[in-house]
């Protein structure tokens, strides 16, 4: 009797062991040195990658945004004044995505994907993250179809093609917003996805320009990105690669896409205030160095791939 019993608990023992998971989770946390204007300075996440989104307590989320020896830079997304000095923080390993498809058409987001109006909650079953790398030459297709923007003196002397990239530049009030506008109406049938992206425009603002679209039934193909002014400078800094990450989803899915950032020197503003915080070294006019290459990157997204 005693021998069946032992053989029964050494065979339960030996199921257990096989069966046994390791219920070790390995976290990487910082503490808050400091935080102030959506900044918040983070001691010691050694593993922190640039880009990576990290928690914060009260479900504030922050990206790596500067790497230095000792701690890192991190733009919070989200109400900063909830963080204080000595808070503790997570590493995620996931870099900073956004909600992207079919599901956005016809709404007002932010930045994060998060609705603005009052369609209620966005089911989006598909992310992308914000950073990604332009495709590269042998990708691209010969820009050959043009894109009609329904003015005919720019269709006529210097017509727009599919996959090109144009700039807008005029005084105040000369009607560079009117232009962009009357280009997305235009597109109406044409089965083209319009994005309009509004980085520090007043609330107001972008409150008429979307009631204007939904008269002209415009707001059936278009999504609007908007981080008003009074927002922070972390949300303005990443509203336009918010707004090109939801039209590559389209683009790769074989779609034509019109994408407006309306304006990119209230996005360079944004950027330089961020990487004064972070004490980036400044140059000309107190803007950073990268800041070129922050708008290259932006515009080198926009392309018009091959058939393959």
């Keep these: ?10 065979e339960i023992i030996k199921k257990q062991i096989k069966s046994f998971e390791q ?48 701690h890192v830079g991190v733009i919070l997304l989200g109400e900063s004044d909830k963080i204080k000095e000595g808070d503790l923080v997570k590493t995620t390993k996931r870099i900073f995505e956004v909600p992207v498809g079919e599901e956005l058409l016809g709404r007002v987001v932010n930045p994060l994907g998060e609705p603005l109006d009052a369609g209620g909650p966005i089911n989006a079953k598909h992310f992308l993250p914000v950073e990604r790398r332009a495709q590269g030459v042998m990708q691209r297709g010969s820009i050959n179809a ?39 109406l235009n597109q109406k049938g044409k089965n083209t996805i319009c994005i309009y992206v509004a980085i520090g425009q007043k609330e107001s603002s972008v409150s008429t320009l979307v009631q204007l679209f939904e008269q002209h039934q415009a707001m059936e193909y278009t999504i609007v990105v908007t981080a008003g002014a009074s927002r922070e400078g972390t949300l303005l800094y990443l509203a336009p690669f918010a707004g090109v990450t939801m039209g590559e989803y389209f683009m790769e899915k074989g779609k034509d896409v019109l994408i407006v950032y309306d304006d990119l020197s209230k996005h360079a503003v944004a950027y330089r205030e961020l990487s004064l915080l972070l004490r980036r070294p400044p140059g000309r006019e107190a803007y950073p160095g990268d800041v070129f290459y922050l708008h290259s990157r932006l515009l080198e997204l926009s392309d018009r791939l091959n058939d393959k």
């Design 23 to 70: 219920d070790v989770k390995l976290e990487n946390i910082g503490k808050v040195l400091s935080v102030g204007d959506g900044i918040a300075i983070v001691y010691g996440l050694q593993q922190a990658m640039m880009g990576e989104l990290l928690e914060f307590p009260h479900d504030v989320k922050g990206l790596v945004f500067n790497l230095e020896e000792h």
């Design 146 to 184: 043009s894109m009609e923007t329904g003015i005919k003196v720019i269709d006529a002397l210097v017509p727009i093609g599919r996959g090109q990239r144009e700039l807008i530049i005029g005084d105040r009030q000369t009607g560079k917003t009117t232009l962009a506008v009357d280009t997305i």
């Design 1 to 10: 009797m005693s021998k069946i019993k032992v053989q029964e608990m050494t």
